[in-house]
Nanobody, 115 residues
């Protein structure tokens, strides 16, 4: 059974930084694609970043240069380092891993960016 657990969310001031972590059990981050999504209040869920099994990364335009997605194969985790955070980036951040054509999601972690 694949399980996904996000952590690291919290309250941060605008302009600050935060690291989110995605812990995976039942599969490996080194062999699968892992995405980060977020859902802000009153908005639809949106894709944020991805890291492929080969280690390549992509970001949505609005976070390019400020966010970094990475993985720690030894810990079987994927991290999202968020910098220069903006108040509109407040929301619940979700991690999803694609394993053999099926997506597995975590419960999300709340990120609140204060003005």
């Amino acid at each position: 059974q694949v399980q996904v657990v996000e952590s690291g969310g919290g309250l941060v001031q605008a302009g600050g930084s935060l690291r989110l972590s995605c812990s995976i059990s039942g599969s490996t981050v080194s062999n699968n694609t892992v995405d980060w999504y977020r859902q802000s209040p009153g908005k639809q869920r949106e894709w944020v970043a991805v890291i492929s099994s080969g280690g390549s990364t992509k970001y949505r335009d609005s976070v390019e240069g400020r966010f970094t997605i990475s993985r720690d194969n030894a810990k079987n985790t994927v991290n999202l380092d968020m910098g220069s955070l903006k108040s509109e980036e407040t929301g619940i951040y979700y991690c999803s891993i694609l394993v053999r054509g099926r997506s597995y999601w975590g419960q999300g972690t709340q990120v609140t960016v204060s003005s």
